[in-house]
């Protein structure tokens, strides 16, 4: 099972909207509703930012955004703030035996 | 509260064994599945399996499969990742997570540092 692909780095200006891309197969992203996303700032533990491909747990700023269109899901993250600054992984239900993959990586950067 | 405690860190040598741990409390340990994770370093994550406390159940990435062993005792809320032969590879991150929507909770990680 390879991991899904991200694009190593996303930068932004403060305010902007940056997006973020994950692209599967049609055997893991393309192929359930289960896609979420993880954002982990330096030295900490990652944390749930989207879960099922657009749902955001309670607490989650509402400026996190996700979708889905085939094998590749999006993270959104509109009026980019400094604290935004982190890296950031997909991560989708795979129907092999492992039953879950991340992906690459993207790290974020405020300029 | 939810909350997943992890062992503190530990230093091995190659060809040590060791077993880390990662207790719940605040749910119902034995109604979710927990995972593991690992993160080398400056490197991204990996998923090296999952258990269903409930009934053990357990499930391995296949990079993972044979050179760790995911188990858990729901009598302490506890599951458990273990190495019977460290390698100096094995120097990682390691983060257990509650699998509700996603991976919905995270311990805080335990570094392992495997150095002769």
């Known amino acids: 099972q390879s991991a899904l692909t991200q694009p190593a780095s996303v930068s932004g200006s403060p305010g902007q909207s940056i997006t973020i891309s994950c692209t599967g197969t049609?055997?893991?992203?393309?192929?359930?509703?289960?896609v979420s996303w993880y954002q982990q700032h330096p030295g900490k533990a990652p944390k749930l930012m989207i879960y099922?491909?657009?749902n955001r747990p309670s607490g989650v700023s509402n400026r996190f955004s996700g979708s889905k269109s085939g094998n590749t899901a999006s993270l959104t993250i509109s009026g980019l703030q400094a604290e935004d600054e982190a890296d950031y992984y997909c991560?989708?239900?795979?129907?092999?035996?492992?039953?879950?993959?991340f992906g690459t990586g993207t790290k974020v950067t405020v300029l | 509260e939810v909350q997943l405690v992890q062992s503190g860190a530990e230093v091995k040598k190659p060809g040590e064994s060791l077993k880390i741990s990662c207790k719940g409390s605040?749910?119902?340990?034995?109604?979710?599945?927990i995972g593991w994770v690992r993160q080398m370093p400056g490197k991204g994550l990996e998923w090296m399996g999952i258990?269903?406390?409930?009934?053990?159940?357990?499930r391995y990435s296949p990079s993972f499969q044979g050179q760790v062993t995911i188990s858990a005792d729901k009598s302490i809320s506890t599951a458990y990742l273990q190495w019977s032969s460290l390698k100096a590879s094995d120097t990682a991150m390691y983060y257990c997570?509650?699998?509700?929507?996603?991976?919905?909770?995270w311990g805080q990680g335990t570094l392992v540092t495997v150095s002769s």
């Open positions: 099922e491909v657009s």
């Open positions: 258990i269903y406390p409930g009934d053990s159940d357990t």
């Open positions: 605040g749910y119902s340990f034995t109604s979710y599945w």
């Open positions: 049609s055997s893991d992203v393309g192929g359930y509703n289960y």
């Open positions: 997570a509650r699998r509700i929507n996603g991976l919905g909770d």
């Open positions: 991560s989708s239900y795979t129907s092999s035996s492992t039953l879950l993959v």
